[in-house]
C-alpha cells in the first residue's frame, strides 16, 4: 500500500474520524452550518446539557471543525469548513441507500416466506 495513503489515512482518523465519533458533535455541526452560535444558543437548540456541548465544542476545535471567536465575555462558534457538512451530507446518502437495500431484501425475504407457506 502507498505510504502517502496509509500516513494521510491516519492523520485523517486522528483528526477527523475521531471527532466526528459521537453523533451530538455532528448535530453541534449542522447548528454552526446554519450559522455563527454561542454555548448558550446550541444548548437552547440541541437541549443538551452545557458542559456537554462545550466538551464537544473543544474536540471540535480542537480537530480544526469549530473556529473560535471571542465577542466580550461571549465566545462564538462558527463551522471552520463547509465542505464537512458536504462530506455528511454524503454519508448521509450512502446510510439511507444501504437502509433502503436492507429493508428492500427484508420485504423480498417475507414475501417469499409467505408464498411458500
Known sequence: MNTTLRDEICLLHAHLCSALADSNRILILYSLHKGPRNVTELV???????????RHLKVLHQSGLALRKREGHTVIY???DERVI?????????????LEKQSSLARSASRQL????
Request: charged content about 25%; glycine content about 4%.
Open 86 to 98: 458536504d462530506a455528511l451530507d454524503l454519508l448521509r446518502g450512502v446510510l439511507a441507500d444501504n
Open 78 to 80: 462558527t463551522l471552520r
Open 114 to 117: 409467505v408464498s411458500s407457506n
Open 44 to 54: 437552547d437548540e440541541l437541549q443538551l446539557p452545557q458542559p456537554t456541548v462545550s
